[in-house]
């Protein structure tokens, strides 16, 4: 059985930092895709960044330049750090980890970015 647990949410004032952790454990490929979603109240789900099993990133429009998606094989941990937050970046996130075999998800944490 496997299980994404996701940590590092809070509340933070805008321009702040948070790192967001995915940590996998069971059964799982070191080298699949990861990918961070958000969920914002009313909106939904959208792709916030992802990484594929080359390391090869790439980003939603409205976080490029401010996020940074970073995955320790070793760790079976995928990180996001994110930088110069904004209120609009409120909302629950999510890991993914996906395969030809598997599509697993997290429970998701909550980020709160306001003064």
């Known amino acids: 059985q496997v299980q994404l647990v996701e940590s590092g949410g809070g509340l933070v004032q805008p321009g702040g930092s948070l790192r967001l952790s995915c940590v996998a454990s069971?059964?799982?490929?070191?080298?699949?895709?990861t990918d961070w979603y958000r969920q914002a109240p009313g909106k939904q789900r959208e792709l916030v960044a992802g990484i594929d099993s080359s390391g090869r990133t790439n980003y939603g429009n409205s976080v490029k330049g401010r996020f940074t998606i970073s995955r320790d094989n070793a760790k079976n941990t995928a990180y996001l750090q994110m930088n110069s937050l904004k209120p609009e970046d409120t909302a629950v996130y999510f890991c993914n980890r996906r395969s030809p075999f598997y599509n697993y998800w997290g429970q998701g944490t909550q980020v709160t970015v306001s003064s």
């Open positions: 069971g059964s799982i490929f070191r080298l699949d895709d």
